[in-house]
């Protein structure tokens, strides 16, 4: 399924970088005089010093690769793809279940986890199987309950807290790169945008892996303070919490950046944020690059980190716990096969746990924020075949053979995939809405452009603020070489300009509101549209293949036919019973159901008079 997403994203990279030249408003920065010429204001408080739109020729360039025309078709087209992919896997997982016998399966069919009757000591009759078993009461549940959500809250609390560290750590670095550079042609100055992009977005991951092994330690101990019944109900109650946290852990830096970042608080130069720090703003080409960066080192690290972390840490954990052994004993005798298997590491118990957990979240990244970084998919591809390689020589080679455990499902991680591949078609088309520049360019081609072209479009998306308007602690200290006679300096925005009065000076102007209107229109659209045209493909999709449905059919119709077959012989029996002698229906349930012991005290049978 990954193949389709992987040529259609790089399909619109291809045209990304076929069409860089031909679009106007990355030429106009780039080589129009004029355009390129305009004075831009600081990016950051007092240090960062003035600087022209040209200088972000070489970021508009990077960003038109990722944001053209195309990735509206992209984005669209991977919103398709989550809700293809869900339903075909629900066909795939009947087949599945069909193949292994498990499609009827229930959790009251499972055994109790020994862990559960070793820590709880009360006990009920199970009204599926009629045998005791161990009981936590519903009051004991709420408690536990109460207490995982409280830990959860906590947790994602803590997320938001390191979310809101990186965000600092994006502006002092700002401040750091402009205040060491005398011009803006500098090294540190000119690619500020991508070292501050980078080391946050690395910044993000090592606290997201780190995190990550915290709460993972964290839910199984929550989890097993539940004492939930059987391994399906663990799994499902351990999937629950470790993904809420996982999803807020992994996405909450993708979701600022598109969504916040330059937008929430709004602001415009001279203008500090929350908690008096400066307003972490986005480049004059946006901020879709920084997306970009920020998803492809988080999906490829922790890709990375995983096949590390399994597959070459246990190979050589095994090699030297084997070595002194092998070594000693290797003059005396040579190894059979199973003595050189018993030194290998048992499988995980929840091996499959992480193997799902981190399928699911690359999902997440590809359908979700695809849109901002079209190579997402094929990128996933290579290392989804690597990990194929990598799971086949780690079962058979590091760990001993897996103990297999009988599954109707993939249990809650499908109705997480079905909540994603949801959130999938409102994220995409807020990014298309929000984050990419489709919709302000759309709204100047249709309603304010004079030669209907893209010509003007770069001046027409800046807004003009005073020098003398700056406060005196923002005010740059140092307006750098060739700006010192600057009074009015520009700015990515629509607002009014300081020729307004006081009341309407640096507001949002009409253009704004044009844009708003056409933005939250365009996510309507795109969102109904796809959500519409989904409902029909899995209205024409059954969850059943038709020839699964006929076998499913006729398994009903062969256990009810054996079922009123067994009751017309139990039924006869007792009406054959002519000498006398009578039966009662559990003992001839007990003759002819052997297996199956009885629930009464004992079976009266009244004795034959000619017997006596």
Not at 64 to 81: E, G, H, K, R
Not at 325 to 334: A, D, E, G, P, Q
Request: overall charge neutral; some cysteine.
């Amino acid at each position: 399924m990954l193949i389709p997403a992987a040529l259609v994203g790089l399909g619109c990279f291809i045209y990304g970088a076929a069409s860089l030249y031909q679009d106007i408003p990355t030429s106009e920065i780039c080589f129009d005089r004029d355009v390129g010429n305009i004075t831009m204001c600081p990016l950051c408080d007092k240090w960062c010093p003035f600087w022209r739109v040209k200088d972000s020729c070489a970021l508009s360039r990077a960003t038109y690769l990722f944001d053209n025309s195309a990735t509206v078709f992209f984005s669209t087209f991977m919103a398709f793809w989550a809700m293809l992919f869900f339903e075909l896997w629900q066909r795939r997982q009947s087949v599945v279940a069909w193949n292994f016998d498990t499609l009827d399966a229930l959790d009251q069919y499972e055994p109790v986890r020994p862990e559960l009757a070793r820590r709880v000591m009360d006990q009920r009759i199970n009204t599926v199987t009629n045998t005791l078993e161990p009981y936590v009461p519903r009051w004991k549940k709420w408690m536990h309950g109460l207490l995982s959500l409280s830990v959860v809250s906590f947790m994602m609390f803590v997320v938001l807290a390191a979310v809101f560290g990186t965000v600092v750590y994006r502006m002092l670095v700002v401040v750091a790169l402009y205040a060491t550079s005398t011009t803006r042609q500098s090294f540190a100055s000119q690619y500020a945008t991508y070292i501050t992009a980078i080391t946050s977005a690395f910044l993000n991951l090592i606290v997201i892996l780190i995190l990550e092994k915290i709460y993972y330690r964290v839910a199984k101990w929550l989890t097993n303070m539940e004492c939930p019944r059987s391994q399906t109900e663990y799994e499902k109650s351990l999937t629950w919490k470790y993904y809420i946290f996982e999803f807020v852990n992994c996405y909450s830096s993708l979701v600022y950046v598109a969504f916040f970042k330059g937008r929430i608080p709004p602001g415009y130069p001279g203008v500090k944020g929350w908690f008096n720090i400066p307003i972490d703003q986005c480049d004059q080409a946006g901020c879709i690059i920084e997306l970009c960066i920020q998803l492809a080192v988080i999906l490829l690290g922790k890709q990375i980190y995983s096949i590390i972390r399994e597959a070459v840490f246990p190979l050589l954990s095994n090699w030297w716990s084997s070595q002194d052994l092998i070594k000693f004993f290797t003059h005396v005798r040579h190894f059979y096969r199973w003595e050189k298997d018993l030194q290998l590491r048992p499988f995980p118990p929840l091996s499959m746990f992480k193997e799902y957990s981190r399928m699911v979240l690359q999902f997440g990244f590809i359908t979700t924020f695809g849109a901002a970084f079209p190579l997402a998919p094929l990128f996933a591809l290579l290392c989804n075949l690597f990990e194929i390689r990598f799971d086949a020589y780690k079962i058979l080679v590091i760990y001993r053979r897996p103990i297999s455990q009988i599954a109707k499902n993939i249990g809650a991680w499908f109705e997480i995939l079905q909540h994603l591949a949801q959130f999938a078609v409102v994220s995409n088309a807020f990014v298309i809405a929000f984050t990419s520049e489709f919709v302000p360019k759309m709204v100047y081609l249709l309603a304010f452009s004079p030669t209907r072209t893209m010509k003007g479009y770069t001046a027409w998306s800046l807004s003009a603020y005073k020098v003398s308007d700056f406060p005196e602690d923002i005010k740059p200290s140092n307006f750098g070489e060739g700006f010192n006679s600057t009074t009015i300096c520009y700015y990515r925005g629509t607002r009014n300009g300081p020729e307004y009065s006081d009341e309407l000076k640096y507001t949002y102007s009409m253009i704004f509101w044009h844009i708003l209107a056409a933005r939250l229109a365009m996510v309507l659209v795109v969102e109904h549209f796809i959500l519409i045209t989904t409902r029909i493909i899995a209205y024409m999709i059954p969850d059943l293949p038709s020839y699964l449905q006929a076998r499913v059919l006729r398994q009903n119709f062969l256990a009810k036919e054996a079922f009123y077959e067994s009751e017309s012989k139990r039924i006869s029996l007792v009406e054959t019973q002519s000498d006398g002698t009578q039966i009662t229906p559990s003992a001839t349930a007990a003759s002819l159901y052997p297996s199956i012991p009885s629930t009464s005290a004992a079976v009266s049978v009244a004795a034959d008079p000619e017997s006596m």
